[in-house]
């Protein structure tokens, strides 16, 4: 495989240097693209070039917008990469679809008010006809895997994640991993949620009832890409929720997921008991047509757990399980998700929407942890999840929630032994309550012990959760916090290549390369910020100190000139100390007790 | 044992009312003591007043700063707590003690520019003479546990972790535990560091040749015990170091630690080969007399070890390690800290310091973590502590650094089998290299683990580590974080009592009760500030809903209703729901396949 740079050779140089961050700095990395077996397999990665000559080579998942040689457009959307290769399995078909309607955007029930529909909203992009698996077949990259074949999106994801095209297969196959991909959100660049591969992280935005508008949504998805979301979930409540979902559909490089049950409430005014299949379905079908790529469905919440909660000290904490709690208790019915779910999969089969069985019933505190109500419906989704796979519907499980350090590694071996290994998508969890404001610190330390235990996805938690909805700060704060956390799973799995990044960064601060820790930092803009604070002088980015110590203190510095005193290389060094300690050894000149061993 | 408020009975709810917080809000809580088997033995806490009537007991750090009935005063110092019981053990006297120099300001190699002593800053509280052992004999609380002694401070400690005065004598008499109490710092409130105890956090000031001012260091000694910093280590490596520690000595309710070597440094201009025993003797006896009650020794730096190092990513990354390693390969002799070890215990336990043996050869990066270097000086701490228990030293043992996760348990499980239980004090560790500017999450997810495995204190990282010296702002980021990663792990052991303050929070947040959420947060200020961001109205406090999902979303609210439309208490809402769910599963109807179990 060959690297080709995202610049033309004229302008190579020039390129890198005067991509803008933020701050409007130069920076030391560029995108680039790792071609696979074909000139349209193109794999994004970030080229890091150090002061040294050397360069490092980093996952993307910024998509084109980081790319100076694309011309993106919001109004326009992304160019839709997979399309050719959709349309070439020829198992698909287009149709007419199923007509918009006002209350898609939470309009029916408000009309007089507000008027019938914002037409300005609607995504200008072009005109396009949804498509589904022809006459119903399930067109989902488990059904491919399991009958051999290595699709473009898996080999795409193979070089994004450095492992053979067949590796990916096979976990595909095995339902140990997901590719998450609707044929209908060609827009996507091909990434895998799997124990084998990378520990990815979901960044959720939305809109609620109470605040904020279509552009913030779109703005923060590409702002949570940029910094390392690998998936994005649109938990949109409030108003616009279809067209919001269009705009960040047709602008989002990551898939997207949703939970369709937030929507479907909206459009019977947010009363749980007045929801029915009927609205539900149409509801999916609604979304699997605009591309949604994984959808939570809380078809584990049964009739006979809600009363499992009644003794808990935070109840339900979960939206969509207290909504169909409330429903199943209005009725006293059991959930019309359970018992349409082979409908449901045969739906998401026909879009190749992903599955994300959600946990209704997680813990909402440390109190609530691994109870009877929690266990009871991860059982469930141990069934749903055999009857999805019979359905070839690609499935994860979502997990909690707030769960202290101690009883976590028994949620991540349950769900391994209950689902088959199919792959674990947890948020969090929380392992303590008492630090509203803090929670992405909270949910941070879980999250990564989670990870290294086995959870392929971390859903991201902000310091807003608890308290109100995320801005554009928190989004970034969140996201960075989580791929720290799935970085040092990385680290502590043993993934192979996960170390050159620490080892890159280790060897800049040794040699005091400061351009080059910044660069290479998860987020070069405040790493170079904070620096700056203290030693802003051009200079004191060459500088063979920082401010902690001073000159006289560094203790890097120190080892240097150890080394360099004692001249040659590193084995020669050695060789060399380790001569005069083995003469000082012999000299007996021990002091008090000999050493253990 | 009873709870008396630090207000008068007149003024009992006006003062509660009344404390201001930083941002001039009344706040729901106010200091108050529990009082001990004497009267001047009396314990603070902070008491959170909850909406509902209850109130909740919190572990405080803060010191007399936040009692609205004690007059401080940061140029007459802290009252004198311990002064009387220290003076009633008759074992110690007081004397002439070391004459001030110059030098001991790091003024002597620069005083043609800077003038002779910068008399200004000069401490003005009360004189005090310098206290030591009668006789040399040591007065360590170690001494008094080995005879069976249960101190005032011992009490205090106990009263503190709501244990019994024996289970601290014997915790302390066994080497498990420390209780730093230099004879020369009686203003502090005893605590205690101990895996049987709650996991305790330190926090870094000091200045350094580069950047800041006494006042400064006093400032964020005060502000980081207000959010909760167990101990304070002052490492400052510039000017005025004698000055800046007796200002913070005097106003620390906390326990103080430094490094004397630091200053030792200083007073040889910073050439490392200069420096000798005596002038190291003479720093560690000038800090004795001044109060200082742990100090980090780097004797575990042996020559042997230095080539250890050579094949490191990162080298010595310990200032103090460096400086050892940077003397031995000098002089090319065993470092004088290892060879005079048993005279510094004589002088140590003399004042009752408390070791803290520094781990200078730690890992500085993912790469160096668990190498041979760090483990053979861990087994040479392992033996120092044993001689430093003949001289009954308090002892604990400093840890890593940058150690991935998977490798974090073997750090703890070897220092707790090498060095007999004492105490382990770790720097994090950090779980990844990757992202300067938040090394405060990639140590706090360290932290957590090891903590819950066992490591008594911990010593917190700030978000500017590696790149420049905390602010404000900063040391307040660093103890909140470390001490959510304390209290996880207080939860993760099964602490008695520790997952009171979880319920109570999660009560308050199941209840809608916001105020009582936020005045029981670790950080009050910023969880009501990020509320009132989204939902600033005053009414949004009671509101049975929060801005993340709007009025018709709320789980909780819909959790509340099932409880509220099925009646009576959680018993019985139970036994009717089980009623209900009884005849469902009677009716037969169950849907796909039978729940497993």
């Not at 502590?492 to 280790?506: C, T």
């Not at 051009?538 to 920082?546: D, I, L, V, Y």
């Amino acid at each position: 495989m060959t690297i080709k740079d995202a610049r033309t050779p004229a302008s190579a140089q020039s390129a890198a240097q005067e991509t803008p961050t933020e701050a409007g700095k130069s920076i030391g990395w560029h995108k680039a693209y790792v071609e696979g077996s074909r000139p349209d397999l193109r794999v994004p990665v970030r080229q890091v070039h150090l002061t040294n000559g050397r360069s490092v080579t980093l996952y993307d998942t910024s998509g084109p917008y980081t790319d100076p040689l694309v011309d993106t457009d919001v109004r326009r959307g992304l160019p839709p990469l997979r399309e050719n290769w959709i349309i070439a399995r020829g198992d698909t078909e287009e149709y007419a679809g199923r007509p918009v309607r006002p209350e898609d955007d939470g309009i029916k029930h408000t009309a007089p008010r507000g008027g019938l529909r914002n037409l300005d909203a609607v995504f200008p992009g072009r005109p396009r006809q949804p498509r589904r698996g022809r006459g119903g077949a399930p067109v989902t990259q488990l059904a491919y895997a399991r009958r051999g074949e290595i699709t473009p999106e898996m080999e795409y994801v193979a070089v994004r994640e450095n492992v053979s095209p067949e590796v990916v297969r096979e976990e595909i196959a095995a339902g140990r991993a997901v590719l998450p991909a609707n044929v209908n959100h060609p827009e996507i660049e091909p990434m895998i949620i799997g124990k084998r591969f990378l520990v990815k992280v979901n960044a959720n935005i939305g809109n609620s009832a109470v605040t904020s508008s279509i552009e913030e949504e779109v703005e923060k998805m590409t702002w949570a890409t940029r910094w390392g979301a690998d998936t994005v979930m649109d938990l949109s409540t409030g108003r616009n929720i279809h067209t919001t979902r269009e705009w960040v559909l047709r602008n989002s490089p990551v898939p997207i997921g949703t939970v369709p049950l937030y929507q479907a409430l909206e459009k019977v005014d947010g009363k749980a008991e007045e929801l029915t299949w009927e609205i539900y379905k149409d509801t999916v079908i609604e979304q699997a047509e605009q591309g949604v790529d994984y959808m939570t469905v809380h078809a584990g919440v049964r009739l006979p757990f809600v009363p499992l909660t009644a003794n808990r000290k935070t109840g339900i904490v979960s939206r969509g399980g207290s909504i169909m709690a409330a429903w199943c208790l209005a009725h006293h019915k059991e959930s019309f998700l359970y018992e349409h779910f082979e409908e449901l999969c045969e739906i998401l089969a026909a879009y190749d929407v992903t599955y994300s069985l959600g946990d209704g019933l997680r813990p909402g505190s440390i109190a609530d942890a691994n109870d009877e109500a929690q266990f009871a419906e991860l059982r469930t989704l141990g069934e749903l999840n055999t009857i999805a796979k019979r359905f070839h519907v690609q499935t994860m499980i979502e997990g909690p929630g707030h769960v202290p350090m101690h009883k976590i590694k028994e949620n991540i071996d349950l769900q391994q032994e209950i689902c088959d290994e199919a792959p674990f998508y947890t948020l969090g969890p929380l392992t303590t309550d008492i630090a509203p404001a803090y929670d992405h610190i909270t949910s941070g330390i879980g999250a990564a012990m989670i990870a290294w235990w086995g959870t392929a996805m971390l859903c991201y938690v902000t310091p807003k959760e608890h308290l109100g909805l995320p801005d554009r700060d928190d989004v970034k704060t969140g996201v960075i916090t989580y791929k720290i956390a799935a970085h040092a799973a990385d680290l502590a799995k043993g993934h192979p290549g996960a170390q050159e990044w620490d080892d890159a960064l280790s060897d800049a601060r040794f040699e005091f390369r400061w351009e080059d820790q910044f660069n290479l930092a998860l987020d070069p803009d405040t790493a170079r910020a904070f620096h700056d604070e203290t030693l802003p002088a051009e200079p004191a980015k060459t500088a063979h100190f920082c401010s902690m110590c001073g000159p006289k203190f560094c203790s890097m510095k120190i080892s240097q000139d150890i080394r360099r005193e004692h001249g040659g290389t590193r084995g020669e060094i050695e060789a060399g100390m380790a001569q005069k300690s083995k003469e000082f050894a012999e000299a007996g000149n021990r002091v008090y007790l000999p050493i253990a061993d």
